[in-house]
């Protein structure tokens, strides 16, 4: 399943709304520390990557397209 | 190193504030199944106050100890207690913690409506006790409710602000009595916002929108509740009625309900809303 697909699904359950790929997750105010906290283990349950170090940053979890970036270089590095 | 008691929430809370600041944990329960939970708890949470930049991103991070040994914390600088929210439990925990740490060592309970004083009279030195009310989750909100008991000592609130600014905490000091200032109001406010909705006044998602909307609350009442642990706001509600004599403390049905039913808010799931469950 490609990453936008299945993240869009996750955060519509999660928050009773659809997303644009650029909207501010975190302006919205729907994301807090524990939603953050979901939204790591969701993302490696689903795509098999570890999320640490530099990558821990609010920046890259603020849109959907920033996170498949994310997710996509974190799959890059991972042999 | 401190000492935390109890792996609940709060406690497992707790040691990720601390550790997330340096700072040695020592973390005891009874029970070797919620140390495991709150063992990997503390990673995850730790990761997400990085996320929110709540957290130093760089530096030393603190070692996790879990242990069902209370012995192993004999050696702490200070100890934060913060077991189930049952008079008699955390008296006996914090009795015979007092015998095996130093004297002087601060004993922090981290209760959320019982009394300093009255804890303060199962131990060894009520002088060393004093309360710090954690919100939670602890690593995101900064600020902390701190009792200073009649009988708590000046080296003890020293203790106190040394530790919290270890942990990068601001703090309010205040006097001693059933549920201090944040819970002799708010677990009213939760009472009463779910009886309104036990008379079908309003639904949970009204009640919160009020607050929210009207009175610029970051999360209303009913969201607050099960963010706490809604068995945990029954006991407190219980703690407070037991002290104050007034009905008005007294858990109303639909609360006691959920409780029953095993619905207690965010850590299992459910509670006045539905939890997307990872962090149980």
Not at chain 1, 53 to 79: C, W
Not at chain 2, 67 to 90: F, G, I, N, P, R
Not at chain 2, 140 to 159: F, K, Q
């Amino acid at each position: 399943m490609s990453i936008t697909v299945g993240l869009h699904d996750f955060l519509v359950s999660r928050t009773k709304r659809a997303w644009e790929p650029d909207e501010d997750l975190f302006a919205a105010g729907v994301v807090s520390s524990l939603f953050a906290l979901e939204l790591v283990v969701y993302l490696e349950k689903a795509h098999g990557v570890e999320v640490e170090g530099e990558y821990l940053s609010i920046d890259n979890f603020r849109t959907i397209s920033r996170i498949e970036k994310m997710v996509h270089e974190l799959q890059a590095a991972t042999p | 190193m401190i000492a935390v008691l109890g792996a609940g929430v709060m406690g497992t809370g707790i040691a990720t504030l601390a550790i997330g600041h340096g700072v040695d944990v020592t973390l005891v329960d009874v029970d070797d199944d919620k140390l495991a939970t709150a063992r990997a708890a503390v990673k995850q949470q730790l990761r997400g106050a990085k996320i929110m930049g709540t957290m130093p991103k760089s530096g030393p991070v603190g070692e996790l100890v879990c242990t069902t040994d209370l012995s192993d914390v004999a050696a702490a600088e200070a100890v934060v207690e913060a077991v189930t929210e049952l008079a008699d439990l955390k008296a006996k925990v914090l009795a015979e913690v007092s015998a095996i740490v130093a004297p002087g060592t601060l004993l922090l309970t981290n209760t959320s409506a019982i009394p300093v004083d009255e804890l303060a009279s199962v131990v060894q030195r009520p002088e060393d006790v004093a309360g710090a009310h954690f919100m939670n989750p602890p690593y995101v909100i900064r600020m902390v409710e701190v009792i200073r008991g009649p009988r708590t000592s000046e080296a003890a609130m020293d203790s106190v602000r040394t530790l919290l600014g270890k942990l990068d905490r601001d703090l309010v000091v205040v006097g001693d009595g059933p549920g201090f200032v944040i819970n002799r109001v708010l677990q009213r406010v939760i009472n009463e916002s779910a009886r309104i909705v036990e008379e079908g006044l309003a639904t949970p998602e009204d009640v919160d929108a009020l607050f929210e909307g009207c009175l610029g609350h970051r999360t209303g009442p009913l969201a607050t509740a099960d963010l706490i642990g809604l068995d945990n706001v029954a006991d407190s509600l219980r703690v407070l009625h037991e002290r104050t004599g007034d009905a008005g403390y007294a858990p109303c049905d639909l609360l006691l309900a959920k409780v029953r039913d095993g619905e207690f808010g965010r850590k299992t799931g459910k509670g006045f809303y539905e939890h997307g469950g990872v962090w149980a």
